[in-house]
């Protein structure tokens, strides 16, 4: 059976192909066709040919992700699947990037790119996942409409503030509270201060939510008022964006309960158990994560949404361990914002906040901190199917404990090293004083062992999870 590769460069409108064999060798030279449908039938007629002259290949059909570009040619290769021996894969353009560099492409155009992504189904194959079938990709379009509305809005009403300062100062005042649609109501009919001056109490009490009492404040700050720009441009200006971010709030607003209904799903109920994610923020992280069975661990879902550590030890180099930020910016947010809300209305997040402040770490470090225990007991409510259960990490936590109080690190430290330490080695100064530190460190952990007559460890109560434990050594004689 021979097994053939189609790597797809999709640009906007087009694609530039190549088909090569299991030895990389090209079946068929680059072509180009366009995202149109006599382009899907061109492909079409090609992959019959190759499948006419080659009966027994099975062909494997790379794209990257390209934000949707690719969507179409998916859909199309999906539905060819029924009927030929043909399999399609979505793949991390990253890693296609890095396969090109590690084959020293110094050259980068859309037909070196094809053929990258079939050598890169070559060479990766269990990074390519297969005839994958996307069931909410419209609802993670959905939801991702509703947030740019969201921070559309929150756009007008910062530009909105800034116009208010010259031309109707004293509603401001108000402005520091929610932005009720009231004031926003106030502003269409009476943009500007002179406007607002004028107007009758009885009128303004008929708006929605504006009292007897704020109306006579609204009236008698605006005679008082030192606006300096009070002409017919910013009254239209005024009067136009506050009518629009009305409408838009109602969009959003009805967006919001239509993607609410369209989201019947119980991992939305199990997120929402957590205090701290809302019903919206829910619905981004389940449509972000998607199926959790294919995260084999915490770790692998931190990794997907890039709140893991990453840092560097090699050589006599050494960076600081900090947040990747890899993944999609949007999901991070989301977490930022629960782990906000977590840090003071979550008992247990809290105290874990508190304990990494306590030992030293900045705010903003132990809020990273948050973030990433917070992914973790997503992974186990999700995977387990139960609701947040804050007892259920107080016990993990425990057994973690008492299995570290059990286990010195000198015993659980794996020795890489085939020979003991050449003193002859040509080494630097820091890898000389790091061998020091190390030889020192077992020989207190072989010391303790050798005075305690079981492994029960009774003294080691005390001491942090990871920690070495301290030893009193014996102070030198004082010189007289």
Request: glycine share 6%.
């Amino acid at each position: 059976m021979n097994a053939f590769f189609l790597g797809m460069d999709v640009s906007k409108g087009y694609a530039d192909c190549v088909l090569l064999d299991d030895h990389r060798n090209v079946v068929i030279e680059n072509f180009q066709i366009d995202d149109t449908n006599d382009g899907h039938h061109a492909l079409l007629l090609h992959l019959q040919e190759v499948f006419a002259k080659h009966p027994e290949t099975v062909l494997s059909v790379g794209l990257e992700s390209t934000g949707g570009l690719e969507d179409n040619w998916y859909s199309f290769l999906l539905g060819l699947a029924d009927t030929h021996p043909i399999r399609v894969a979505r793949l991390n353009p990253r890693g296609v990037m890095h396969h090109g560099k590690a084959g020293l492409n110094r050259v980068t155009t859309d037909k070196t790119s094809a053929r990258s992504i079939a050598e890169y189904l070559i060479t990766h194959p269990e990074k390519a996942r297969y005839n994958v079938t996307d069931d909410y990709s419209s609802l993670r379009k959905q939801w991702k409409f509703v947030r740019l509305l969201t921070m559309q809005r929150v756009q007008l009403l910062n530009q909105l503030n800034a116009f208010l300062y010259g031309a109707n100062p004293g509603i401001l005042l108000f402005w520091k509270e929610d932005i009720a649609a009231s004031l926003l109501r106030v502003l269409v009919k009476y943009p500007l201060a002179k406007d607002l001056a004028r107007a009758r109490i009885s009128t303004l009490c008929r708006m929605p939510y504006v009292s007897t009492a704020r109306a006579r404040e609204l009236v008698a700050l605006a005679k008082r008022s030192v606006a300096g720009r009070q002409d017919e441009a910013m009254a239209h200006t005024i009067s136009s964006l506050a009518e629009h971010i009305l409408s838009l709030g109602e969009t959003i607003a009805w967006q919001t309960d239509r993607l609410i209904a369209d989201c019947p799903f119980p991992q939305i109920t199990i997120l929402t158990s957590f205090k701290g994610i809302g019903v919206f923020s829910a619905i981004g992280l389940f449509l972000a994560i998607g199926n959790i069975e294919r995260f084999a661990s915490p770790k692998k879902l931190a990794s997907f949404l890039g709140v893991h550590p990453v840092f560097k030890h090699s050589g006599d180099g050494s960076s600081q361990a900090r947040m990747s930020k890899q993944g999609s910016p949007e999901v991070r947010r989301i977490l930022y914002m629960v782990a906000m809300v977590a840090v003071v209305h979550n008992p247990l997040i809290k105290d874990i906040y508190q304990a990494a402040q306590e030992r030293g770490m900045a705010k903003r470090a132990a809020l990273g901190l948050v973030m990433h225990k917070i992914v973790r007991i997503i992974y186990g409510m999700l995977k387990h199917h139960t609701p947040f259960d804050p007892e259920v990490d107080r016990s993990c936590r425990a057994r973690q404990y008492e299995l570290a109080l059990t286990t010195p690190a000198s015993i659980s430290q794996t020795d890489r090293r085939f020979q003991a330490h050449d003193a002859n080695a040509p080494i630097s100064r820091q890898q000389h004083k790091k061998r020091k530190e190390q030889a020192e460190s077992q020989n207190d952990g072989a010391s303790f062992l050798a005075g305690s007559s079981t492994h029960s460890f009774p003294s080691l109560g005390t001491r942090k999870v990871g920690t070495r434990p301290q030893i009193d050594k014996q102070k030198k004689p004082s010189k007289a």
